[in-house]
């Protein structure tokens, strides 16, 4: 079975196509009708002119059939599902989310933006910060020029807040799963709003958010010898792959600068998305839906997938690979 459409081309091309079929739809049968109404009063002017009934049903049939057309192709496609690839990229066909570069808090404090503060730099370094508070001395960074990074930290961020709501507002849960749907946040969205048990996995937002750029729903995640399994199509068309072998821990690697914003982590077993970095401590805010989030959500009802990872966490966590935003 064809989860989802592998082919980002082809769902482009058939999202146009469903659109003229969209357009089809609506705008023939209205001006059919409007001819129709034009040979009615041609008929009243004329009744004994025999051309004008037969005009008639000809249009009637013709705005039926291009009205039902795109209903039945859909409804044929419904049918297939996702047994093939094409009925897949037909069903899956959608534009991809756009996001800006801000981000709607998850607390009350203000709004802030996702681009870079200039002042938060000495000589092209990070400014180190003496709170012993890693949570309170986090500061907010971005991709810099990044365009499709600050998407996805964007997308990442947005929908952990819409997700949080859903489950808090509908009394829904979350349970650790590595296997099955849901395959997007909308799909992960609309199960909590339903008050169902959502699915999810450490690498799960990553995913979503991934999808969310790339049109494609890819499966990857960090094998626990190291390295990412399942890297490919078209994620490679906006990121690269960094490989360490463990070589540093990950708390190193923030503290050397090694580690970035946007940066898809994947240690022993364990995949996460880093959102800000504290240079000085080497702890992280992460976004991360495995089971330190499902506990966290069930215990607290804190249930955005995102969590601040402290050095000592971070410490025990050996770096393997970085997948890292290129545009």
Known sequence: MVSVCNDAALAGILLVVKRILLLIQIIAPILLMIMIIVDLTKLVKDPDDKKIPKSIKNKLNAAVILFMIPVIINAFMGMLGEKTAFSSCWINAKETVKSSNTYIPIDDTKNKTVIIDPSSYEKGKPKSTSSTDSTASLNVKSCGTLQYCNKYLSSLFNNSKKLNDAIVKNNASVVYSNSGDPQSWEEAIRVAQSGKTVKISCNRPSHWSMRDITGEYRDFWSKAAGGFKNYG???????????????????????????????????SGHTFTIYTVDRSSGS?????????????????????????????????????QIIRWVK
Do not use: W
């Open 233 to 267: 199509g078209p994620m490679t068309n906006y990121t690269t792959q960094l490989k360490f072998n463990g070589s540093k821990n990950v708390k190193t690697a923030i503290q050397d600068g090694t580690i970035q914003p946007g940066d898809i982590i994947g240690t």
């Open 284 to 320: 992280a805010v992460v976004f991360d839906g495995g089971h330190k989030y499902t506990g966290r959500c069930q215990r607290e009802k804190k249930c955005a997938p995102m969590i601040t990872y402290s050095a000592g966490t971070n410490a025990g966590y050996k770096l393997y």
